[in-house]
């Protein structure tokens, strides 16, 4: 039975399909409008009729970073852009975005034939790597920054592309997928009710052989880092499926099973890290309690976490270097000593020391004082209203790591919280804290 027409019926009325662009018969695109969706044909070996559009943001880096971000079945690329927040995160950031179509149109992506599940076996992954190599050598996109990420059968595809082509992507964000290998039915599109229902269980030995023996034999440099995230609800690829790829990928990337942290950054999620020797986290996972099959869900964090787990909000090489001030107060974020612990808090700006900023490439902001670097961290690695913003040496744990956003907010990456100066309050003097974000002007910052 075709995979396409399983999950045709089986996800009538779960997905939306938008259809935004599709069926649009452009001509090969110079290069793009800014902020604009440009389909491009001719754009490289394609055997299996891909369809291609690039975004392209106003504000596009130098050398940008290239994202492939590839839809679910019943999806398109254009209803992939439409319906999820990449293209804003680019905005921000200045990354490309790749959204790819299946053809025939609608139809879920091949992540069952030996051809996909083999580097440069044929089918669906050969036109996708096309796609990259047309945005590298069009549009100066970075050949060192490559990403992808995926919802359903895009996920799925994602944990191909990964297994197939690590010298290729950097890092990859899988939403709502299943371990590479999982689908394999030896046909194209082909439906595995087995590994769809939960029902295929592997040792992460077994799962990381796959990978090592299967999509590419005989690779043995870098891994891509990976994050995964499934709903304990999704009744189209079940929940099961999620612990099977924390299987496969600490396996490939040799990092233990066990995970490293776990947290709850938002109500009813459930985030573990597995980290390497360096600290890096080389696999996080999310598990949503009660959610079905709808990730990433528009006008969450969703997106914006696979985009910071993967570097593209990462500051330039160098970072920024300045005044971190308080919009509504007109002052500065203040580091009044150099005792470790101290909680922050505004001042009238006076251009010192201590009052210079710097956000680094790991999205740290650091501050020296006294001779002594020093981090903003959120004490006690905490999460709820109230926490104290202060200063401590780094360690480059999430707790240290914020994230400054579009509208002038600063959030920290671990708790996803605000910035704030407390009770709305101007007189120097005046703690920061971390608070839930209101869009309150006292959670407004500019640095610089």
Known sequence: MSLTRTLASRLLGIITVLGLAV??????????????????????????????????????????????ALHGCQGTGPSMHASTDFASQADTYGFLVIYPSTYPSGSCWDVSSDQALTRDGGSDP????????????????????????????????????????????????????VPYHCFATGSVRGWNPACAQGQVSRTPQQWGDLVRNTAYPGYTGPRPRVQLWHGTADTILNHHNLGEEIKQWTDVLGVSQTPSATDSPATNWTRTRYVDSAGTTQVEAYSLAGTGHQLPVQGSRMAADAIHFMGLDAAPSGGTTGALRAVAAGKCLTAVNATPGTQQQ????????????????????????????????????????GTKVITWPCSGQPNQQWRFNPTGTVTGVQSGLCLDVAGLATTDGTPVQLWSCSGGTNQRWTLG
Not at 142 to 165: C, E, I, R
Not at 362 to 381: I, P
């Open 126 to 177: 050969v036109g996708l790597m096309s796609m990259i190599t047309y945005a590298e050598q069009r549009y100066g996109g970075n050949p060192a920054a490559v990403y992808v990420t995926g919802q359903s059968s895009g996920g799925m595809m994602t944990n191909v592309l990964l297994a197939d082509h690590p010298d290729v992507f950097k890092a990859g964000a899988a939403f709502m997928g």
């Open 346 to 385: 505004i001042h009238t700006c006076a251009g010192g020391a201590n009052q210079t900023w710097t956000r680094t490439a790991s999205n740290q902001l650091t501050v020296t004082v006294g001779g002594t670097t020093l981090c903003l961290d959120a004490s006690a690695k905490g999460t709820t209203n």
């Open 23 to 68: 069926g649009l018969n452009l001509q090969t695109a110079p290069p793009a409008a800014a902020a604009s969706l440009v389909q491009i044909t001719n754009f490289g070996t394609n055997p299996t009729g891909l369809l291609m559009h690039l975004y392209v943001p106003a504000s596009v880096k130098p050398n940008p970073p290239i994202l492939l």
